[in-house]
């Protein structure tokens, strides 16, 4: 149980294009999904905190209109990188969390290499 | 807010030895400590967890302990494989729906 996808697994686009990552639940209804950056041998930085139904809450730091989230049902939350640039290449992992957790367990998908050329 | 440190930051063990990883929080409102081993290209996956009731779990090779009052955990593992070889993250959380803090990982080399 307690399984997270993400789609795709990696990515290489051009400079300037936009491009989505897919964050789904398989098992289980995700009330809370997180989603995270994380650079080479570095900890996983938060960027924003996603409730079904209800606006991002996005960390100091990360900019909304460029990083677009939506937890449009229980199972399914998107992250849109806008406009990338060479720097947004990173590592994308989003973690889901279920409303029947008493403790605030999060399961974490496998991850989306991103390369903006 | 939650601040939760991690010691070591690296770790190189000969295959058969334990390798033991600690962490501390400063929040004494948490309440869960989770474990998370993440290799290479991949996503985290949750190792073990421990609750603030309880003072230690066991899983096959693997173990943590909670101190409360000191407001430290600790993983333990015991006679490493060299599938072990991996980062490893601590985390806590804090009350609240509010997102877990983790630690800045340690890389747990197994020499064989």
């Known amino acids: 149980g307690a399984v997270v996808s993400q789609h795709p697994s990696w990515v290489i686009c051009k400079s300037g294009t936009s491009v989505k990552i897919e964050c789904r639940s398989l098992d289980f209804q995700a009330t809370t999904m997180f989603w995270y950056r994380q650079f080479p041998k570095q900890s996983l930085m938060l960027m924003a905190t996603?409730?079904?139904?209800?606006?991002?809450?996005?960390e100091q730091g990360v900019e909304k209109d460029k990083f677009l989230i939506n937890h449009a049902s229980l199972t399914l939350s998107t992250l849109t990188v806008t406009s990338a640039h060479p720097e947004d290449s990173s590592f994308y992992i989003c973690?889901?969390?279920?409303?029947?957790?008493?403790?605030?367990?999060?399961?974490f998908g496998p991850g989306t290499r991103l390369t903006v050329l | 807010g939650e601040n939760v440190e991690q010691h070591p930051s690296t770790l190189s063990v000969q295959e058969g030895d334990s390798a033991v990883i600690k962490c501390t929080y400063s929040?004494?409102?948490?309440?869960?400590f989770p474990w998370y081993k993440q290799e290479l290209g991949k996503g985290p996956q949750l190792i073990i967890d421990i609750r603030s009731n309880v003072g230690e779990k066991k899983d096959q090779r693997i173990a943590v302990t909670l101190n409360k009052t000191a407001k430290h955990f600790s993983l333990h593992i015991t006679e490493t494989q060299p599938e072990d070889s991996a980062v490893y993250f601590c985390?806590?959380?804090?009350?609240?729906?509010?997102?877990?803090?983790f630690g800045k990982g340690t890389r747990l080399s197994v020499i064989a």
């Open positions: 929040d004494s409102a948490s309440n869960y």
């Open positions: 996603s409730n079904e139904g209800s606006k991002a809450t996005y």
């Open positions: 985390a806590a959380s804090p009350s609240g729906n509010t997102p877990l803090v």
């Open positions: 973690s889901a969390r279920g409303f029947r957790s008493s403790y605030n367990e999060q399961f």
